[in-house]
């Protein structure tokens, strides 16, 4: 569909080589934080709400990835509200159950003050997600997937298919798999976006989000919707943050490939530890639940018990992280109160193991 030919080259490749300044003796291979608001009069820009040389950086290595045109935005959850702006007053968004628990408050806000209706299904059951009639109306089909924390797998190209048949956009948040391991863009989806306070940054010293869209006629209006939006909205990165963005993007192939690899084992053996009444796994990426036989006392418990992985909220960093998704007043009654998320980092996984069993053990 993109209107350019595919890169011939490997994702992790693209990782390192996008976004760098031209060649040229003497230039700086990395490019510089561009600390300025205001630029000299008759360019493109004038004025740093519009553009920033940093963030064009990010965004192309980002854009690459994706296969499509990115916007780098002040958080993930500015990219949403952005995705949200395509929604006329009044239209109909249709997210998942577990959608994550800041956009599905978002969405009840606005549904609230009027703005929107919403309906929250589990999109990822084939009963439902092939069922036209879930689609009726429907502006808008804000897919996540994998969700978080359930970890429920939907299936994006059938879901666009069928939203697109109803008439609906189709965005699609790709904080947990990555574009290492989903490409929504290649499944007919009109935006992906991302908290790129994960995965992408993968250092967590950053909050920063990003939306893409494709390169071609459609997608480009759009993505011109999006740029506007964060104009006018003022929902901005710093130059610093859209930089410690870029920087993280360069190792995402191996600390996804490492993680990935360690989510693999710690799901298989926490599947046969008797303190672990149900794992949830999806059998790729660096995320996986467990619930806690013991319940939710336990699984407090097993959260402040260990010292490799560290207990605090949010994912995708180097360092693995444990938190009890239920202690947070926001998180939605269906996700049980025993569950633990794991966000798996690049530590040894012997270490990350015997750690997490020790404190499953003290459970
Ligand atoms: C964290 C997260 C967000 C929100 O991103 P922020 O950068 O914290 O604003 C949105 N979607 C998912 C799936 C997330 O994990």
New binding site residues.
Partial sequence: MADHPASPLDPATIAVTTGRPKPAPDAPVNPPVVFSSTFHADGEVSYARVGNPTWTAFEDAVGALEGGDALAFS???AA?TAVLSLVPVGGTVLAPQHS?N??SALLRQRAEAGLLSVRQVDLHEPSVSEDPATFDGADLVLI?SPT?PMMEVADIAAITAAGHAAGALIAC?N??ATPLLQRPLDDGVDVVLH?A??ALSGHSDV?L?VTITPSNGAGRARGEHLHEHRNLAGSIPGPMEAWLGLRGLRTLSVRVERSAASAKTIAERAARHPAVSRVRYPGFGSMLAIEIAGGAAAAERVCSATSVWIHSTS?GGVESQLERRRRHPLEVETVPESLIRLSVGIEHVEDLWTDLDRALNGA
Wanted: net charge negative.
């Fill in positions: 958080s993930g959850m949403v994550y800041t956009t996540e978080n948040d904080t947990f908290s306070t994960k909050l989000g994912l």
